[in-house]
């Protein structure tokens, strides 16, 4: 059984930082590209980074570009995201999630593209 566990979310203030992880069981996260998306209360989810599952590339939304970096220990099985200089406008539950079928292959990293997520972590920015 795949599971994904995120945590690392909380409350910071504009211009801080936090680390995000995602755990993954039940498979191996190098052997898929992993991705990171994110809700805000009324809009759709979107994406925000994600990693090949080869490890050699690395994709991020123009909002985050510069401030977040997607990474990967396949030691521990996990991906974590770094973010800072975080904005309002960052707040949101953040998700993780395993392409599969190979759906990023090509860099268009969708929502209905991805097959296993997590439960989420919120994480929230005061201005």
């Known amino acids: 059984q795949v599971q994904m566990v995120e945590s690392g979310g909380g409350l910071v203030e504009a211009g801080g930082s936090l680390r995000l992880s995602c755990a993954a069981s039940?498979?191996?996260?190098?052997?898929?590209?992993v991705g990171w998306f994110r809700q805000a209360p009324g809009k759709e989810r979107e994406f925000v980074a994600g990693i090949s599952w080869t490890g050699g590339r690395t994709y991020y939304a123009d909002s985050v570009k510069g401030r977040f970096t997607i990474s990967r220990d396949n030691a521990k099985n996990t991906v974590y995201l770094q973010m800072n200089s975080l904005k309002p406008e960052d707040t949101a539950v953040y998700y993780c999630?395993?392409?599969?079928?190979?759906?990023?292959?090509?860099?268009?990293?969708?929502?209905?593209?991805?097959?296993?997520w997590g439960k989420g972590t919120l994480v929230t920015v005061s201005s």
């Open positions: 999630a395993v392409d599969r079928r190979g759906s990023t292959w090509n860099g268009n990293w969708r929502v209905d593209g991805m097959d296993y």
């Open positions: 039940g498979l191996i996260v190098s052997s898929f590209s």
